[in-house]
């Protein structure tokens, strides 16, 4: 193939079923296909899934022309299952829409405005852990869901912030709500025909009536981007420090670091906004988390238009997917990649790394806009749970991660909460 004069690379095909292609394989285990794909054929793949064409990004350079070298041929892919949930927000809206509801936004996320919402993220986790101690009077042994309790605990900190209401008390209806459109969006990105949200099928009435609001159409854009916030700013940070804590459990060295520069900078005190620059291994260990568990493990584009990338050409309408979670276990980029490192984030040893060989918050335009709200509320989080409690995994548990919407655990992540020691 030649373009504009250049021969292009030959793009290595993974074949698959002669009608499905790929697409069981992909739908059965689409981390560890993927992942199989990159060993087996390198960091540029084509593949077929059902009808569509794919190609799979998996190497830096490629995910960086993807997210920030072109990104205007792309469309985000998939999306458009979230609409009835997020409507014309920032998560599904595109083009000149799209960057001027980005404009208005942005103030939201100011340096001053994060430094107002410490006292809710603190407040909110202090709650939690008062939760927790009284579980612990109960009767200790009984451990805790701790993705569940940090879906509440995130549900919690964000409408406080947005709304100023905590919409997340006990078996809330609110946090079902999420969680099952949330889903239901996903499960319909992994299928060739879908039938329109308006046609009556039991999960489709489920969804719609799990995304009604009430409110009138005069705010309906105000409604969207709070959905918006609400939907991506809760889950993503709560799948990141549920994995945090597991790891925490299973790192012993590195679990006494944390806790010692806790005990350094805070002693017994809650975190300020002004101890997070001290917290420096604190926010490592969440980086290196979010390495090994990214809570967003993929995205999805769509070519606009012809193009070039890493020497191979993209056809027009072409889909694209990059994985955080491949990439961000690429041993090109990442000594002993499975190994839980969080010195891997110090300056020194962050030197010369492509920029996209970690991008947990995508990159580009389209970075994430909440992407200091959520490191600072993981950062504090961890700090003040670690400082009260040691949390261990019930023994003989499995632990697998699911690749949903977000990275889940796919059988949950039981814990026994006990009194720090110290």
Known sequence: MVIAGRELGKTPYLRGDPIFGSARAFRDDPLGFIESARREHGDFVRIRLGPYRVYLLLGPEHVGHLLQKNPGNYLKDGYEHNEPLTGRGLLTSEGEFWRRQRRLAQPAFHKERLRDMVGTMTDS??????????????GGGRPLEIDAEMSRLTLSIVSRTLMGTDVSGGASEVGRSLEYTLWYAFRRTGRFFNPPFGFPTPKN????????????????????????????????????????????????????????????????????????????????????????????????????GEDEIGGHRVPKGSRLIISSYVTHRHPAFWENPEKFDPERFTPERSEGRPRYAYFPFGGGPRQCIGVNFATMEATLITAMVAQRFDLSLVPGHPVEPQANLTLKPRYGLPMVPRVAAG
């Open 205 to 304: 009435l489920r969804y719609m009536k799990a995304s009604e609001t009430g409110e009138g159409m005069g705010r309906k854009q105000l409604r969207d981007e709070v959905m918006t916030f609400l939907a991506a700013g809760y889950e993503t940070t709560a799948r990141a420090l549920a994995w945090t804590f597991y790891l925490l459990d299973r790192n012993p060295e590195e679990g006494r670091r944390l806790r010692e520069e806790l005990a350094r900078v805070l002693g017994e005190r809650t975190p300020m906004y002004e101890d997070l620059p001290r917290l420096l291994y604190t926010k490592m260990f969440v980086q290196e988390s979010m390495r090994l568990y990214p809570p967003v493990w993929g995205l999805a584009r769509r070519a606009k």
């Open 125 to 138: 986790t202090e709650e939690m852990l008062g939760r927790w101690r009284d579980h612990l009077g109960k």
